[in-house]
């Protein structure tokens, strides 16, 4: 079992960077697949990145595509956020998500059912 524990979230206007954190403990985070996902109010979680146990292997939604980057560091059980360009729509609370997974190289999910661990978010707000 791996828990989750979001940071780097906060109010940013829109142009700018945030680069959210999510540490994982308890388990050797190399033996998940991860994800974030975002949930502004009032609307349902939706996927933002995923990567894949190996780190080869990313995604993105297209609203996301060429202005995110995620990564992660297995030594130190991070995975990494880079949100640049950032716009009012942006504007979220963001989980991160992982998933016991060690088999296919390139496996991700891309769905909230496809995870089984989540963190308890962190508030990305985008201000005109």
């Known amino acids: 079992q791996v828990h989750l524990v979001e940071s780097g979230g906060g109010l940013v206007q829109a142009g700018g960077s945030l680069r959210l954190s999510c540490a994982a403990s308890?388990?050797?985070?190399?033996?998940?697949?991860a994800g974030w996902f975002r949930q502004p109010l009032g609307t349902e979680r939706e996927f933002v990145a995923a990567?894949?146990?190996?780190?080869?292997?990313?995604d993105y939604a297209d609203a996301v595509k060429g202005r995110f980057t995620i990564s992660r560091d297995n030594a130190e059980n991070t995975l990494l956020l880079q949100m640049n360009s950032l716009k009012p729509e942006d504007t979220a609370v963001y989980y991160c998500?992982?998933?016991?997974?060690?088999?296919?190289?390139?496996?991700?999910?891309?769905?909230?059912?496809?995870?089984?661990?989540w963190g308890q978010g962190t508030q990305v707000t985008v201000s005109p």
């Open positions: 990567i894949s146990w190996t780190g080869g292997y990313r």
């Open positions: 998500a992982a998933r016991r997974y060690r088999g296919s190289w390139n496996y991700i999910g891309k769905t909230v059912a496809d995870y089984e661990y």
């Open positions: 308890g388990s050797s985070f190399s033996n998940y697949v």
